[in-house]
């Protein structure tokens, strides 16, 4: 058999009855981030033989990176808090951020499956989740991030590992995954895997969920899709080749939304560290090396990365007080951005001029006005408005950000069971993609992610498409 492979490395081979696989089992699932890890538990849980193929030696991915916060509506954790939530509202939120651009069913879909996936991953899985309060993201009009004790992917990640091991789900770490074996129906009928060392392995299967998220670490396909981030910093997982969409489109899968992503406005700078936008919801601001606020920081953090990128040196101050610092030791991320000197602190606005450079004046007049905002209660030219009580006082703290893209939200479009559609609308017979593999909720470009977006479809779409396939698997006995 031969099929020739693409600049990644990944490539469609036709199906040979005659080929003798090394292995066989009823599903295969591509990516071992909170996607895979996710299907493969909710296979698990209706009795699915399966293995997850992760091509890195410990399963990461861009979930390890990420804060891990998992966007649900009515859980048990937002009643415990008197919050009140619902599927519809959280849909409403969505759709407001991106201009009503994604597909209703599927958003329908997942605010009204998030609830019961976080609860079931709590109950079931013991993923420690708890309802993250205190700050709304922009957007959302509930709180209804839900997220482990030190807001850290890395955490989620540790929890959803732990329970895939508790269930006996197979982890093959060291394998990418490089060649899809389809037949002539478009039937995926097994995988050629790739060790680190060259070798290559091939397993047969009955079903395929990828879930090896977007396109973000491959070059050429931002260039090709997203050339406005051609030469941002790319914070996400390098292992985000897009490979799912090179062999969807190498099919004849649709592709959507391709032009979207999420960026982040807040990366500290030289430190790379994320730095939690709940300091700009907080009340602090923005402020460029010329001493001046460029933006509505409450417009949302993934269009803050090309306003961060514009000012000059590609750079700008996160500006707050000691109130928001306290907050923000709550985030480890944050805790470690601090202990590595990245967080600097300044007695008055004069001292905060020298030490960071910027020139007095313009600082000083930057203070004033949102004084006076917040005296007067009226918004800024760029729409946001400033309160009285929140006002920053001394003394100040700053860190140095840049903007950077973290990842891209299109992908191949599936239907609300997660199934990859062709462009005639028609779905693969055994081909399902969510995560970042998939068309995410976010529209077309960088103004459409709410935050949560991205962890709301690995987790709630990872959760049906593991369905999915054990109902599909189920059907051909
Ligand atoms: C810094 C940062 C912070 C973020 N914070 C949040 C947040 O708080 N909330 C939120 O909702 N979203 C957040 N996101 C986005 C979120 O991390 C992603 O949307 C989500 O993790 C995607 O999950 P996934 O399982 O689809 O992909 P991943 O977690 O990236 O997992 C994909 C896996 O597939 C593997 N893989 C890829 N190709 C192959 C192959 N050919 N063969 C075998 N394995 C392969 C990879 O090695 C990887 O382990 C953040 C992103 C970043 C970068």
């Known amino acids: 058999m031969n099929a020739a492979h693409n600049d990644a490395g990944v490539a469609i081979r036709a199906f040979d009855p005659a080929f003798e696989y090394e292995a066989h089992l009823p599903l295969l699932i591509i990516g071992g981030g909170a996607c895979g890890l996710v299907a493969a538990l909710s296979a698990k849980a209706a009795g699915v033989e399966l293995a997850v193929l992760e091509r890195d030696a410990f399963p990461r991915g ?20 008197g919050v009140d939530d619902s599927p519809a509202i959280q849909a409403e939120d969505i759709q407001h951020k991106n201009d009503a651009e994604a597909d209703p069913q599927m958003v329908s879909v997942l605010t009204q499956q998030s609830g ?39 955490e989620l990640m540790g929890s959803l590992l732990n329970a895939c091991e508790r269930e006996g789900v197979y982890i093959l770490t060291e394998t990418r995954v490089i060649e899809l074996h389809v037949d002539h129906a478009q039937c995926v009928r097994g995988i050629t895997l790739q060790r680190p060392d060259g070798s290559r392995e091939s397993i047969g299967c009955d079903a395929l969920i990828l879930a090896c998220n977007g396109f973000g670490a491959n070059p050429k396909l931002i260039e090709q899709y997203i050339p406005s981030m051609r030469d941002a910093l790319y914070f996400g997982h390098e292992s985000n080749t897009g490979d799912a969409v090179q062999w969807g489109e190498a099919l004849g899968a649709s592709l959507r939304d391709m032009h979207a992503f999420q960026g ?27 001493g001046q606020r460029f933006s509505n920081e409450h417009g949302g953090y993934s269009e803050q990365a090309a306003k961060v990128i514009a000012q ?114 028609s779905a693969f017979p055994n081909l399902l993609a969510a995560g970042g593999a998939a068309r995410g909720v976010s529209g077309s470009n960088d103004k459409g992610y709410l935050s949560g977006n991205g962890l709301l479809s690995a987790v709630v779409l990872g959760a049906i498409s593991g369905e999915t396939a054990a109902q599909y698997l189920a059907n051909q006995r």
């Open 62 to 81: 861009s979930t390890f990176m990420s804060s891990g916060f998992v966007p649900a509506s009515n859980t048990r954790f937002q009643r415990d808090r």
């Open 264 to 290: 982040h406005g807040s990366l500290a700078w030289p430190h790379q560290t994320l730095i939690s936008w709940a300091l700009m919801m907080q009340g602090g601001v923005q402020i460029n090396v010329e």
């Open 116 to 154: 019961r996936v976080v609860e079931w991953l709590a109950d079931v899985h013991a993923v420690p989740f708890e309802l993250v309060e205190g700050f709304l993201y922009p957007g959302h009009r509930r709180m209804r991030m839900h997220a482990t004790p030190r807001r850290t992917g890395e």
């Open 312 to 425: 000059p040196q590609q750079r700008a101050f996160n500006i707050f007080d000691g109130r928001i610092h306290t907050m923000a030791m709550d985030f480890e991320d944050y805790r470690n951005a601090h202990e590595a000197g990245a967080v600097k602190t300044f007695e008055s606005l004069e001292a905060m001029a020298q030490g960071l450079n910027l020139p007095l004046a313009a600082l000083t007049a930057t203070f004033a006005q949102m004084q006076a905002l917040g005296e007067t209660g009226e918004v800024d030219v760029y729409g946001r408005g400033f309160s009285a009580e929140l006002a920053l006082v001394a003394p100040y703290h700053a860190i140095q950000v840049t903007g950077a893209l973290f990842h891209t939200q299109g992908g191949l479009e599936v239907d609300t069971e997660a199934r990859v559609l062709r462009t005639d609308g």
